[in-house]
Structures are given as structure tokens and as C-alpha cells.
Nanobody, 120 residues
Framework: QVQLVESGGGLVQPGGSLRLSCAAS????????MGWYRQAPGKQRELVAR???????NYADPVKGRFTISRDNAKNTLYLQMNALKLEDTAVYYC??????????????WGQGTQVTVSS
């Protein structure tokens, strides 16, 4: 069973930066895609950024130009660099990983979440 453990959340002022990390208990090379989702109070969980095993990256429109997703295969860790944070970025951020076979989802894993609060 794969475990994903997030870290790096916290309280930051508007305009500040944070870097989230997601450490996997096994090789992240086995995943077809990994990503970051977030869920604000009273809202649905939404995709923030995703990176595939082939290196393709996509971002949600609200974070484009401010957030950067990356991974270190040697450390089995996924990152999310968040710059120019806004009040509306406040949410619990979740790490996600998925495996596919013939483009069909076979396994997916979620981290426990890390709180990001942007407040003055």
C-alpha cells in the first residue's frame, strides 16, 4: 500500500510563498500521474496542478504563473512551489497519485492533506 505524506503547509501573508512536499513510500516512477488538489471550506475538491510520468504539466487557471509543480524521482517526492499567494488560495492541499492501464484508472492514492492559510 502506497502512502503519501504532505508537508510544508502553514500560515502566510498575501503575496508570500510556500513550498509543499509530498513524500511517497515507494517509487513515484510507478505512477502515471501525480498532482495537487485543494479543498476550501464549503467547496468541492479541485485540481491545482498535475504532472504525468512523461513530464506533461497542467495547471488550474487560478494558479497559472504563480504555482510550479515538480518532482524528484530519486527522492520519491512531489513538490508544489506556491508564490504570490492570495487569500483565495486558502485550503487544505492534497497530494494525489494514480496508476493506469490502457488509460483506465487502476489505483489511486491520496495524502492526508496539509493546511495552507493565507491571511494578513
Amino acid at each position: 500500500q502506497v502512502q503519501l505524506v504532505e508537508s510544508g503547509g502553514g500560515l502566510v501573508q498575501p503575496g508570500g510563498s510556500l513550498r509543499l512536499s509530498c513524500a511517497a513510500s515507494g517509487s513515484i516512477l510507478s505512477f502515471n500521474a501525480m498532482g495537487w488538489y485543494r479543498q476550501a471550506p464549503g467547496k468541492q475538491r479541485e485540481l491545482v496542478a498535475r504532472i504525468t510520468s512523461g513530464g506533461s504539466i497542467n495547471y488550474a487557471d487560478p494558479v497559472k504563473g504563480r504555482f510550479t509543480i515538480s518532482r524528484d524521482n530519486a527522492k520519491n517526492t512531489l513538490y508544489l512551489q506556491m508564490n504570490a499567494l492570495k487569500l483565495e488560495d486558502t485550503a487544505v492541499y492534497y497530494c494525489h497519485a494514480r496508476r493506469e492501464r490502457n488509460s483506465i484508472l487502476t489505483d489511486e492514492y491520496w495524502g492526508q492533506g496539509t493546511q495552507v492559510t493565507v491571511s494578513s
